[in-house]
Nanobody
Framework: QVQLVESGGGLVQAGNSLRLSCASS????????MGWFRQAPGKEREFVAT???????YYADSVKGRFTISRDNAKNTVYLQMNSLKPEDTAVYYC??????????????????WGQGTQVTVSS
């Protein structure tokens, strides 16, 4: 099993930045890719960004150029640097990971494992 714990959410004004972290533990050697999703009130969960353990990245059009996903393999942690935040970025942000045993779902993670989520609120 793999456990994912997100941190770094909070309340910021539009135009500012936040960095989210997702720390993984357990059978981390089984992870193929990790990514971020978000869910705003009354909306479905949507894909934000993903990164494979080899460093390939992919972004949703809505965040491309503003968000950057990165990883520190030694720390088993993935980060989401969010710049130029907008009120429409307000959502609960979830970290997800895919187990390589089930194959690749590139570019959007299948989500074999999920974190509990962290709230990001952007005020106008």
């Amino acid at each position: 099993q793999v456990q994912l714990v997100e941190s770094g959410g909070g309340l910021v004004q539009a135009g500012n930045s936040l960095r989210l972290s997702c720390a993984s533990s357990g059978r981390t050697f089984s992870i193929y890719a990790m990514g971020w999703f978000r869910q705003a009130p009354g909306k479905e969960r949507e894909f934000v960004a993903t990164i494979t353990w080899s460093g390939n990245t992919y972004y949703a059009d809505s965040v491309k150029g503003r968000f950057t996903i990165s990883r520190d393999n030694a720390k088993n942690t993935v980060y989401l640097q969010m710049n130029s935040l907008k009120p429409e970025d307000t959502a609960v942000y979830y970290c997800a990971a895919d187990n390589k045993m089930f194959g690749s779902s590139w570019p959007i993670p299948r989500g074999d494992y999920w974190g509990q989520g962290t709230q990001v609120t952007v005020s106008s």
